[in-house]
T-cell receptor, first 108, second 115 residues
Framework: GNSVTQMEGPVTLSEEAFLTINCTYTATGYPSLFWYVQYPGEGLQLLLKATKADDKGSNKGFEATYRKETTSFHLEKGSVQVSDSAVYFCALSPGLIFGTGTRLQVFP | GAGVSQSPSNKVTEKGKDVELRCDPISGHTALYWYRQSLGQGLEFLIYFQGNSAPDKSGLPSDRFSAERTGGSVSTLTIQRTQQEDSAVYLC?????????????FGPGTRLLVL
């Protein structure tokens, strides 16, 4: 069946550091790929998505490119901020099938 | 407009009791999803409703779990004879028509604690 694997956290970075959170997937057909974010005390919300191969999703300085050849959708940001501290979930649809989440902690 | 709402926000119950969790999706959204978020684990798909189609119940963990959606809007997730391992945050989401690339909008969740 379909599945998502993402790197375990927590990921601890200093402000302005470069961020990568790895995500790979297993799926039949052509899934859509998502990153959702859960800020402390808040509900899950969409960060970005890509619906076909080679698409790049971007939002709030975050980017992820749908790589069918490597079945990956890694999340990147060039310069993280303290306010980016949250739990990040990679997911694919149909459904949504979620990864286990990666906690990011950014320190000033 | 209003987002997805869920009630109650918190529920404490005794083992063996039944509980009902409610979800009000965004108006006009035909697709509705239930997920469970357990401590230390990821989000687990439970059930999916799309319009008048038969629901996809493939994620329900046991026959103690059931859900219905009345009038294509409000949904209720029922857990019978609750067990301690049912303790989790139960999340509801809705999307416009359930297309694979659609954004799902999540409610704040119901935190269930079974003593």
């Amino acid at each position: 069946g379909n599945s998502v694997t993402q790197m375990e956290g927590p990921v601890t970075l200093s402000e302005e550091a470069f961020l990568t959170i790895n995500c790979t997937y297993t799926a039949t057909g052509y899934p859509s790929l998502f990153w959702y974010v859960q800020y402390p005390g808040e509900g899950l919300q969409l960060l970005l998505k890509a619906t076909k191969a080679d698409d790049k999703g971007s939002n709030k300085g975050f980017e992820a490119t749908y790589r069918k050849e490597t079945t990956s959708f890694h999340l990147e940001k060039g310069s993280v901020q303290v306010s980016d501290s949250a739990v990040y979930f990679c997911a694919l649809s149909p459904g949504l099938i979620f990864g286990t989440g990666t906690r990011l902690q950014v320190f000033p | 407009g209003a987002g997805v709402s869920q009630s109650p926000s918190n529920k404490v119950t005794e083992k063996g009791k039944d509980v009902e969790l409610r979800c009000d999706p965004i108006s006009g959204h035909t697709a509705l999803y239930w997920y469970r978020q357990s401590l230390g684990q990821g989000l687990e798909f439970l059930i999916y409703f799309q319009g008048n189609s038969a629901p996809d119940k493939s994620g329900l963990p046991s026959d103690r779990f059931s859900a219905e959606r009345t009038g294509g809007s409000v949904s209720t997730l029922t857990i019978q004879r609750t067990q301690q391992e049912d303790s989790a945050v139960y999340l509801c989401a809705s999307s416009l028509d359930g297309g694979a690339g659609e954004t799902q909008y999540f409610g704040p969740g119901t935190r269930l604690l079974v003593l």
